[in-house]
């Protein structure tokens, strides 16, 4: 049995910080591909960051020089650490494993993941 939970999720006004934490219980992250996606209200989800068993790292577009993707091999734990946070990042945030990570957003593509956490809200807000 695989378990994947997020933490660290919350309410931070704009230009603020946020470090998303994502554990796995019954499967070693750096085996395989761990990524971060997000869904605001009336939109798709979409791929955020992920991080490969390589070590191979992706960012959309508009999170980059902002987020920052790593992984704690020693506590198997994967996180996304959140800076200068605007408003559109308003979302909530899925941890997932188990899938496949390069340097394009196809590659990180949603279908591909087995694994998911049950997402954890993230507003930012004034």
């Known amino acids: 049995e695989v378990q994947v939970v997020e933490s660290g999720g919350g309410l931070v006004q704009p230009g603020g910080s946020l470090r998303l934490s994502c554990t796995a219980s019954?499967?070693?992250?750096?085996?395989?591909?761990t990524g971060w996606f997000r869904q605001a209200p009336g939109k798709e989800r979409e791929g955020v960051s992920c991080?490969?068993?390589?070590?191979?790292?992706y960012y959309q577009d508009s999170v980059k020089g902002r987020f920052t993707i790593s992984r704690d091999d020693a506590k198997n734990t994967v996180y996304l650490q959140m800076d200068s946070l605007k408003p559109e990042d308003t979302a909530v945030y899925y941890c997932a494993t188990d899938g496949l990570c390069g340097t394009t957003a196809q590659a990180m593509g949603a279908v591909l993941y087995d694994y998911w956490g049950q997402g954890i809200q993230v507003t930012v807000s004034s």
């Open positions: 991080i490969s068993s390589r070590g191979t790292i």
């Open positions: 019954g499967f070693t992250l750096n085996e395989s591909a």
